[in-house]
Structure formats: structure tokens, C-alpha cells
């Protein structure tokens, strides 16, 4: 008797931690696997698995709806989709395959500009800090100047008159079909406007970044006296980077340096073109322009 009410417990407390566990888990996917391999039905139930953010289970199932789509009608909402769950789930490197690879092969697809965008966007996130090495820096650079030129817009004022008179125009004329392909290329510049500001604004960041790179490279050879490669380094942001904090302070280092290797007419000339460049800065190489003019006095 008394082993059969120990096996009585044993089995309702089994049966009880079955339903917990059962219950847990249906709450951890709400989404169910079609029941045919058709492609349509397979990607609904990627879509919905991306809506619940199961990117692993996504990823696997658009990873192999990617070749069974393979020039078809769903060919590049599979790969946006597949890059776009690579993306969320901060598998860049793998996001900007596949956003290339959409924008090589379907590259009227209506995805491309988010696409591109987005592949910028991938680049940046693998940026690293200025003194590692900046290769994804400059092609999110490059990524980003491209979305600029690929989808440029016109003056945000002009585009707030331009839907207000288009939207009032195709209101009164809707059989017009001018005043509606103009009202959505007007939507669809200013929908992109965010985008834009955001384009300008990491370019200038990333430019920022890759200025300080060269700079520090700059200084560090300074400070171990290998002057040759200092300038040089110093060289390259005077020239590729005058929109940086980072050029002043490349002439001045510039100049220091050319004093220190006693390049005096180097120096004085570089000098020169810094109060050129910056004659309101003049008193910050005073010192420098004193020690060159002495230098010339006792030659």
C-alpha cells in the first residue's frame, strides 16, 4: 500500500513538471513549421519567425529557401530578409554578403536602397577603434558616399511644397497620372531624409576616425624619433583630411618636426602656409616663428 501511494506521487509529480516544461517551451515559440515544403509557405514561416526575433531558426530556413529561390519571383525577399536577420542579430560580416549579393543580383529589386544603406551601415558597426586597423571604416566610408550619390534628394523645404501641391493637384485631377508619379517620387525623397542626415553625419565620424589613425601614427613616430615617417604620416592628413580637427594639429606637428630634423627653410615655408591657413591662430607658433627667425639671424 505503501508503495503504490509512493508511486502514485512520484508519477503526478512527474506528470506536473511535464506540463510546466511543455507549457514553458510552447511559450518560447508561438510559430509553427508549414506542414508543405512549397517555398511561399516556407517563407511565411520564416517572415514569422523574424516577427518573433528566432533569428537562428529564420536564418536556417532562409538559408535554404536562398537556392530553392534562385531566380524566381521571391528571390530578393528571401535575401533581404536573410540579410536583415543576419544584421539584427549583429552578424555583420555575414549582413553585408548578403546585401551585396542582393544588390549584384537583383539590383533593380525594390529592396536596394535599404539594402545599400544597410551595408554602410554593416561596415560602420564593424569599425573599430582608431588604432586598429581601418579597412571596414573606409568602405562604410565608401558605402555611404555611394547611397548618397545613388539616392540624392532635393531641399527639405522644396519637398514639403512639392507633396503639398502634388497631393492638392491629385486631389483635384485623380485621373492624372503626372501628379501622382510626382507625388510619390517627393514621398519617397523625404522618407529617405533621415537617412540622408544619418549618411552625412558617419561619414564625417568616420572620417574623424581615420584622421586620428594617421595622426596617431603621426605622433608616435615623433616620439621615437624617427622623424622620416613622422612627416609622412603628418603628410597624409594635411592632404586627405582638411574637414578633420586633425589638420591643424597635423601642420604643427609638421613644423616641429622639420625643426627638429634643422629642415629650417622647410619649416619656414610650412609656416608660412599655416598662417595662411590659419591666420587667426597665428600666436599658437609664435614660439616656432621665433626659433626660425634666430636660426636665419645667426646663419
Known amino acids: 500500500m505503501q508503495v503504490s501511494r509512493f508511486l502514485i506521487k512520484r ?7 511535464c506540463l510546466i516544461t511543455g507549457a514553458l517551451f510552447s511559450a518560447c515559440s508561438s510559430v509553427k513549421a508549414p506542414k508543405t515544403g512549397d517555398v511561399s509557405a516556407r517563407y511565411t514561416y520564416a517572415q514569422n519567425l ?65 539594402s545599400q544603406f544597410k551595408l554602410a551601415k554593416s561596415h560602420k558597426a564593424l569599425s573599430p577603434v582608431f588604432s586598429r586597423d581601418q579597412e571596414h571604416t ?3 566610408i565608401r558605402e555611404f558616399q555611394l547611397y548618397l550619390e545613388l539616392y540624392p534628394v532635393r531641399d527639405p ?23 501622382e508619379r510626382s507625388l510619390a517620387v517627393a514621398e519617397a525623397q523625404y522618407a529617405r531624409l533621415d537617412k540622408i542626415t544619418e549618411s552625412r553625419t558617419s561619414i564625417s565620424e568616420l572620417r574623424e ?7 596617431s601614427i603621426a605622433e608616435q613616430y615623433r616620439k621615437l624619433k624617427k622623424y622620416r615617417g613622422s612627416i609622412a604620416y603628418y603628410d597624409n592628413v594635411i592632404r586627405f583630411f582638411p574637414d578633420t580637427i586633425y ?9 616641429e618636426v622639420l625643426m627638429k630634423r634643422e629642415k629650417w627653410f622647410e619649416a619656414k615655408a610650412t609656416l608660412d602656409i599655416y598662417d595662411q591657413q590659419f591666420p587667426e591662430n597665428m600666436e599658437k607658433v609664435e614660439d616656432y616663428r621665433n626659433r626660425i627667425i634666430r636660426h636665419f639671424e645667426n646663419s
Open 157 to 179: 523645404g522644396q519637398l514639403e511644397s512639392d507633396i503639398e501641391l502634388y497631393t492638392e493637384l491629385a486631389r483635384l485631377n485623380p485621373d492624372n497620372e503626372l501628379y
Open 11 to 17: 508519477m503526478a509529480l512527474f506528470a506536473g513538471v
Open 50 to 114: 523574424l516577427a518573433e526575433e528566432e533569428y537562428d531558426k529564420a536564418i536556417i530556413e532562409l538559408e535554404s529557401l536562398m537556392f530553392d529561390t534562385r531566380a524566381t519571383s521571391l528571390e530578393d525577399d528571401v535575401l533581404f530578409s536573410l540579410a536583415e536577420a543576419y544584421y539584427d542579430s549583429k552578424q555583420y560580416l555575414l549582413a553585408i554578403d548578403i546585401y551585396k549579393r542582393l544588390l549584384e543580383q537583383t539590383p533593380g529589386s525594390p529592396y536596394a536602397e535599404e
Open 247 to 255: 589638420w591643424e594639429k597635423a601642420w604643427l606637428g609638421k613644423i
Open 138 to 140: 573606409r568602405k562604410a
Open 209 to 215: 576616425k581615420l584622421a586620428l589613425s594617421e595622426y
